[in-house]
Structure formats: structure tokens, C-alpha cells
């Protein structure tokens, strides 16, 4: 597994999508083949495009436009599979 730049950019793109409440922009940047989105609270742990997909709209729909600010994304690769790590901050507006 390897430092991805190209992964880090495409979650830095979601974070911006997110911040702008533009869930469909969000929904593109989600992998048809994600696994889990692990949130901050215990329950926040969605399995599945499909969960993660709806639990995103459900939460701008709520909350309203929110952002994250990077803290130390690192993102990673191997073959076609990517994953990311960061401890952003959740701004609320």
C-alpha cells in the first residue's frame, strides 16, 4: 500500500461538496464499491455505498451545509483500491 495524492484530492473534493451542501457532487465522489463510512459518533458507521449515500443527504438535510477541515488526511492505494484516513474537523453552519 502506497501514499495516494490522487485519493487525498478526491476526498478533499468531498469535504468541499459537503461544505457547499451539494449532496449530488458528494454522491459522485463516492465509490460505487465502498465498504464503510465511519463517522464520530458510535452509530455512525454505515456499511455500503447505498447506507452511506443516504445517511449523507439525511444529514445535510438536518444539519444543513457542513464542513470538514482537513486534519492529517493521508490517503492510500493499492491496485485499484483506495482507502483514507483523517481527523478532520466537523464545522456546522
Known amino acids: 500500500m502506497e501514499r495516494s495524492t490522487e485519493v487525498e484530492a478526491a476526498v478533499a473534493r468531498f469535504y468541499d461538496a459537503m461544505g457547499c ?3 449530488e457532487a458528494a454522491q459522485g ?3 460505487p464499491h465502498l465498504t464503510a463510512v465511519i463517522g464520530t459518533d458510535y452509530a455512525e458507521w454505515w456499511t455500503g455505498y447505498e ?3 443516504a445517511a449523507l443527504a439525511a444529514q445535510l ?3 444543513g451545509e457542513f464542513g470538514f477541515e482537513p486534519g492529517s488526511l493521508r490517503g492510500f492505494c493499492l491496485g ?3 482507502g483514507v484516513e ?3 474537523a466537523l464545522g456546522l453552519d
Open 21 to 23: 451542501g451539494d449532496i
Open 86 to 88: 483523517d481527523r478532520a
Open 51 to 53: 447506507a452511506a449515500y
Open 61 to 63: 438535510e438536518v444539519a
Open 80 to 82: 485499484d483500491v483506495g
Open 29 to 31: 465522489l463516492l465509490s
